[in-house]
């Protein structure tokens, strides 16, 4: 259980700070407009606005004002999940308000996105430009045939050219969804050929880690398994000329056209985002244009605490839902940072250089990033003018206790660090950034508001201080209207509500503690289950992944056909170290120092690598299924995988096991 005495945080908002934080003017305002509580902070604002759900979003539409070409009837028509029908008879779109900013004669000619390489050169693309080019392609793409509810694709990286189509997309009321080009061909017709795409924009290569990766056999493959695309737009990144067939990016954005934003049912789809799919088909999740704008508002407006102030920079590749959520940067008036290339080039410092280049006010990252750094033994703070950043979100999986020292240490000791928890099913967080609270080590601030998030037992019962099942008790606007291909809706149902009928189960284990924060453990469907206790792999990573030697290890939990339990720990090590026996005892022991007995595993086995997903997550279910025997063409599907060659290793280790033990 957690304890009644509170540790002290490891950074806290001073009263001027809380009082400039647009969190706090909401309150206020919502408490003169909507009978918001006045007293009590956060927690009290959290409270009504999960008490008072309808009231809340209400009030989050009038705050931002939200542009409803037609009225709603009422706010939430139907609260059940799956199904919830949310601002019935509105009509709106997402891509005005995220241009909105340009109509303001004192920003037109501010930056709306910045753009920078590895060069670390930064190119601005201004507010009026933007709005200039989407109201060209918007044009073009009704030109072509593009109507509302048709699909368009995206094969790009994370440059200007991406937001631009995305908006032009919304503008018609077509249907976005993207890939970044990294992935090949196999993983993009995975998506893609599901939503069966009119139009695709590609390039013809990208640039990373210093090196160019032509990609024009990878499109011309997607040109011929994608039957019902129209046309495709060539966007020149190498150079290249647009192949037969394909219209010139500067063909179609060279216009001068006043953008015509089509007003759309609030649950209109937006875009396509798509699950890692490590086990099967990605699940293509379609979100809503109505539901996007108010959460992305509520999120970045509110809990990112962002303005026209302000500079936004994340980490992301257009294969990633953080990618759609930086693009909603836009909506709160936020210069977008958009950084197209290697996380780690030319040095492991190189995002935070990328900080100071573009002066960033919200810097995010990945929590294996700023472990990397801490491993590198970087120091971005004496290293980097970081001056403007006021907050360092982090997302992907967990940041270690380590991490948020690091941070603290190594950054600014008046930092702001906001672990954030959320998925591609929603594009938001479930948990995490709150300007106005304190941040203690290890933990995320809060539940977001609008969000009953819970920890329930097997039985749905909440817990407090205990390890439980993440839940959601009530509807979020950005919730999947559906998934694409799901005609009588039961993926969609088998994927979130099969547990626990009526609410949302998101698959991971979290503890709530008795001051609101929260903290997360990883994945319940690994879940690590020995002698009865429930173990999050992520505690296990954080613990291990200390020790200078482990590059990364990867931990799973088999139970066997004897009633037995196996539980090994894998790890990639540095290079020069070795596992030789003195290695071995220190990572039990630390284990068994940090957690507890029970987590010590029963093997550590070096590996050549730990399997990832193309978004950057360890891929432990797979792995626990080839160790199971389950032939690897059943247990991954192989187009969702950074590399396959390394779950070769497990698939062997799962043969020789049948053999004998394995043994330290």
């Known amino acids: 259980m957690t304890s009644a005495a509170s540790p002290a945080p490891l950074w806290q908002p001073d009263p001027d700070r809380i009082a400039a934080a647009r969190i706090t003017r909401f309150q206020s305002w919502a408490a003169e407009r909507y009978g918001a509580p006045v007293q009590g902070g956060y927690a009290a604002l959290h409270r009504w606005s999960v008490d008072e759900l309808e009231t809340f979003w209400r009030a989050v539409a009038d705050w931002f004002d939200v542009r409803f070409s037609a009225p709603y009837e009422r706010v939430l028509a139907d609260p059940a999940m799956p199904g919830a029908q949310w601002f019935p008879g509105a009509t709106l779109n997402y891509a005005e308000h995220a241009l909105r900013t340009a109509e303001d004669p004192a920003r037109t000619h501010d930056a709306a996105l910045l753009h920078v390489d590895e060069t670390h050169e930064t190119t601005p693309i201004s507010w009026s430009e933007l709005r200039r080019q989407v109201g060209a392609l918007a044009a073009e793409l009704r030109a072509l045939g593009v109507r509302p509810g048709d699909r368009v694709s995206g094969y790009l990286p994370n440059i200007p050219q991406a937001v631009t189509a995305l908006l032009a997309t919304a503008a018609v009321g077509a249907v976005w969804t993207s890939c970044a ?74 216009g001068d056209t006043e953008p015509v934003f089509e007003q759309v049912p609030f649950d209109h789809p937006l875009w396509v985002l798509y699950s890692s ?17 108010l959460e992305h508002f509520k999120q970045l407006g509110l809990h990112c605490d962002l303005g026209p102030e302000d500079r936004f920079f994340w980490y992301t590749s257009t294969g990633w839902m953080m990618w759609n959520f930086l693009v909603s940067g836009l909506l709160t008036g936020t210069t977008v940072v958009l950084y197209d290339g290697s996380p780690g080039y030319p040095d492991t410092g190189a995002q935070w250089r990328i900080a100071e280049r573009t002066e960033a006010t919200l810097f995010g990252t990945s929590a294996a990033y700023v472990m990397a750094c801490r491993k590198a033994e970087v120091h971005p703070g004496r290293d980097h003018d970081l001056s403007r950043i006021k ?153 291990v992944e200390r020790l200078p030697e482990i590059k990364e290890s990867l931990v799973i939990g088999l139970e066997e056909p004897d009633g037995g339990y196996w539980m090994p720990l894998f790890v990639h090590l540095v290079d020069g170290a070795s596992l030789d026996d003195g290695l071995r005892a220190r990572i039990k022991q630390t284990i068994r120092e940090e957690l507890s007995p029970r987590h010590v595993p029963d093997d550590i086995i070096e590996v050549p690598g730990v399997p990832h997903t193309l978004t950057g997550k360890r891929i432990e279910v797979p792995v626990k299924r080839l160790l199971q025997g389950t032939a690897l063409a059943k247990a991954v599907n192989p187009g969702s995988v950074d590399n396959l060659e390394l779950l070769r290793f497990y698939e062997e280790l799962a043969r020789t096991r049948k053999a004998g033990p394995t043994g330290d």
């Open 391 to 543: 907050c360092v979100a982090t997302t992907g999986s967990p940041l270690p206790p380590d991490g948020f020292r690091w941070l603290h240490d190594e950054v600014a000791e008046d930092l702001w660090i906001a672990s954030v928890s959320g998925g591609t099913d929603v594009c938001s967080c479930f948990a995490g950034a709150v300007p106005t609270l304190p941040v203690h080590i290890g933990e995320l601030q809060a539940a977001c508001l609008g969000t009953d998030l819970q920890s329930w037992d097997p039985q749905g019962k909440p817990l407090i201080g205990e390890v439980g099942e993440l839940v959601v008790t009530n509807p979020m606007p950005s919730m999947p209207i559906r998934f694409w291909n799901d005609p009588d809706g039961s993926r969609y149902r088998d994927s979130y509500f099969e547990m626990f009928p009526g609410v949302w189960r998101h698959g991971d284990w979290i503890t709530i503690t008795d001051r609101g924060s929260v903290i997360i453990h990883g994945r319940s469907d690994s879940t690590l289950n020995r002698q009865g206790v429930r173990m999050g792999s992520a505690d296990i990573y954080e613990a």
């Open 277 to 293: 799919g490590t086990t099967g088909l990605p699940k293509a999740i379609v979100q809503s244009q109505g539901g996007i704008l």
């Open 181 to 254: 080009p990294d992935f090949g061909a196999r993983s993009v017709l995975d998506r893609f050929q599901q939503v069966e795409p009119v139009i695709l924009f590609t390039v013809d290569g990208y640039r990373y880690g210093g090196k160019e990766h032509d990609r024009t056999e990878t499109v011309a493959e997607l040109r011929s398994e994608l039957p019902t695309l129209r046309a495709v737009i060539h966007i020149p990144l190498l150079g290249t000329e647009a192949p037969a067939g394909a219209l010139d990016w500067s063909a179609v954005t060279s």
